[in-house]
């Protein structure tokens, strides 16, 4: 019951923590629909005005229509509160977002499973990871961290001081070293200790994407000489706050290697929430976790319909309608 009641209220703090993280985004939404419907029906004008908010919002301009779309199709000519609005664009959303909100399955049978991070440098990663490990450690898996930014000592030092906060080891080299053979002693070490999950920082200079390119691409092959199934999962870290812009990251990352889900960072940074949505509808890629912080307590698996209705400035329980 103890434990019970432990995990209600880390629940309860958590979705606390996202309405938080997520003002800024909501408070533009909701705001913006409260000025359009006061007493007003949704016709022609008003759905594109809707439709321009949340285009200016980063929901983008395929997931925008498509969601004025449903409006009218339920909707049309009929007088409107912007409470009803904001409920059915939250449930709209929940929609689109429920069949990429996947929590991170592994593997034992891999031991370890190997997870490679990727992202343009500033994106988080590095904290992500931290954070990530520690999740895995509160049920129970033995993680194992690998320095793999090899040419950012601040990456590394930040790696390894967050890996003596939460009693991880962390595999390093002298900067400037070979990133792959730092990937290939990390799981060679990981194995023999019989880690549950190893998790790999990776370089993001995208000012020279061949060579980084070549980088992760080499990465991959030699974790293949160890064990051909790895990397397990490739995660890719998205900075919130770049908007639109994630959805170039995305498509030049993929092209670099085989990403497999998404963590994004930073939402309590801007307004620009709406592109968790856009992300989605767009690219159809699990949405792993998400960040609304900087401490540990930040970071939790994805929630369709907790996220969507916060940004839309509801409670969880709320129905959005009267």
């Known amino acids: 019951m ?74 049309f000519n009929q007088e409107v509160s912007s ?3 904001r409920g059915a664009l939250a449930d709209d959303m929940a929609t689109i977002l429920e069949p990429v909100a996947q929590t991170i399955s592994i593997y034992q049978a891999y031991k370890p499973h190997v997870i490679l991070v990727c992202g343009v440098n500033g994106s988080g990663k590095t904290t992500t990871i931290a954070k990530m490990a520690g999740l895995f450690k ?3 898996f033995k993680v194992v961290l690998a320095a793999g930014d090899t040419f950012r000592a601040a990456a590394v030092e930040q790696l390894q001081i967050w890996g003596e ?11 400037g070293s070979d990133a792959a053979g730092l990937a290939y002693d990390a799981l060679e070490k990981a194995r023999a ?3 549950d999950i190893l998790l790999i920082d990776t370089a993001g200079r995208l000012q020279n994407k061949t060579d980084l390119m070549a980088e992760l691409q080499k990465i991959v092959r030699v974790l293949k000489k160890v064990d051909e199934n790895a990397p397990h999962d490739c995660l890719l870290v998205l900075d919130a706050t770049v908007g639109q812009n994630a959805h170039n990251q995305v498509e030049v990352f993929r092209e ?42 930040d970071m939790r698996a994805f929630d369709a319909r907790a996220f969507a209705r916060s940004l839309m400035g509801l409670e969880v329980g ?5």
Do not use: Y
């Open 2 to 75: 103890t434990e019970m009641l432990s995990e209600q209220k880390q629940s309860l703090g958590w979705l606390a923590r996202m309405r938080k993280g997520l003002s800024r985004s909501s408070a533009k939404l909701t705001g913006g629909i409260s000025d359009l419907f006061t007493k007003r029906k949704l016709d022609d004008d008003a759905l594109e005005e809707l439709e321009e908010l949340l285009i200016r919002s980063d929901l983008g301009v395929t997931t925008a229509t498509k969601l004025t779309q449903s409006l009218a199709n339920s909707r």
């Open 83 to 85: 409470e009803e609005i």
């Open 138 to 140: 509160h049920v129970g």
């Open 165 to 175: 906060r939460i009693d991880c080891p962390v595999i390093s080299r002298p900067i």
């Open 193 to 195: 200790e019989r880690a």
């Open 256 to 297: 670099m290697v085989n990403v497999t889900g998404l963590a994004v960072t930073k939402l309590d940074g801007s307004a620009k929430g709406g592109v968790v949505v856009a992300l989605a509808e767009k690219f159809d890629l699990p949405v792993h976790f998400i960040g609304v912080g900087e401490s540990m307590e």
């Open 318 to 322: 709320e129905r959005g309608e009267k």
